[in-house]
């Protein structure tokens, strides 16, 4: 487990002072899975949001760096209004909506979703590589899949007693079913781009938790998006936000909606280790609360595939562990 992030509030106080922000207070503010803490800077004018990196200050750089892309391509965020470089904590605009997901099921998501779609696309309108920002290689998505299936088999092993043979024959049929999704190039993603990392604000969208920016798979995005592992939206709506990234990128239809499944099936393979991981890290909630939706998508993607021989192991699996 990460040790506990203590940030000084004392010092970030004074630093605030010196940049004529007289802060009154600081309120807890909801944090989210990662390591990362948030606070509410209550101003005598306004309210803003203090971020702190202390126990990951690698990801206050790559924060910093990722926002000045995502203003250049275009794609609205949390303006940075003040950092700290020697305490690793920025100072952003609050929005008092935390984040679209409370909007999941209300009309606003007619609004939201058309939002996003278009801000992945900016984010994807680069003429050149950008400096700075890695990219992962093209059999990231295939060995994160095989890891986070690997992770869930073992948590679930007293479970599932032929876990490992079954681990190796999906691994077996990934490595034979993917060979033309490790072949793309790379544009620039955010990595977990959905509604809990979209901020809908007077009719605008913002958004967050972007220091992972990356080049990776020109689908990832919009998968995530579309097929989250933490819900699901209507078959209507899913059709809907595909024919719309389709037709802005000038993709064929088929081709596209072949490769957007499957670049998700690998994704939520991925999130089921995620949830394992933290649930080692005491953070059992997101396993238990969002197990079942991720394994619902991944029987979608392996349907619509024709991938017969992972259903079934899948659903072994499954229904050994629900």
Not at 271 to 283: E, S
């Amino acid at each position: 487990m990460a040790p506990e992030n203590k940030i000084n509030l004392i010092k970030i106080k004074k630093h605030l002072s010196s940049k004529n922000f007289k802060v009154g207070g600081f309120i807890n503010f909801e944090s989210d899975a990662s390591d990362k803490v948030f606070k509410l800077c209550k101003t005598a004018n306004k309210n803003l949001l203090l971020l702190s990196f202390q126990n990951k200050p690698n990801d206050f750089r790559k924060y910093v760096k990722a926002t000045e892309v995502l203003i250049k391509q275009k794609v609205n965020t949390p303006s940075i209004v003040d950092l700290s470089r020697s305490h690793k904590f920025v100072i952003m605009d609050y929005f008092p909506i935390t984040n679209a997901a409370r909007y999941f099921k209300k009309n606003y998501m007619k609004q939201i979703l058309p939002l996003a779609t278009q801000a992945i696309i900016n984010l994807q309108n680069t003429k050149k590589k950008i400096s700075g920002i890695k990219t992962k290689p093209q059999s990231n998505l295939l060995n994160d899949a095989v890891r986070g299936i690997r992770k869930y088999i073992q948590h679930y092993e007293h479970k599932i007693e032929i876990g490992f043979y079954l681990n190796k024959l999906i691994v077996s049929s990934l490595k034979k079913n993917t060979e033309k999704q490790q072949k793309y190039i790379p544009v620039l993603t955010h990595g977990d781009f959905f509604l809990e990392n979209l901020i809908y604000y007077k009719r605008l969208l913002y958004v967050i938790d972007h220091q992972d920016l990356h080049y990776n798979h020109p689908h990832l995005d919009i998968a995530s998006l579309i097929f989250d592992a933490r819900r699901s939206y209507s078959q209507i709506t899913e059709e809907r936000l595909m024919r719309i990234y389709a037709k802005k990128q000038n993709l064929n239809l088929k081709e596209f909606k072949e490769n957007i499944h499957l670049v998700s099936l690998l994704r939520n393979l991925r999130i089921l280790g995620n949830w394992v991981q933290l649930f080692d890290t005491g953070k059992s909630k997101y396993l238990k609360k969002y197990r079942t939706e991720t394994w619902k998508q991944i029987f979608k993607h392996v349907e619509y595939l024709r991938f017969w021989d992972l259903r079934e192991i899948f659903m072994y699996i499954y229904k050994k562990t629900k």
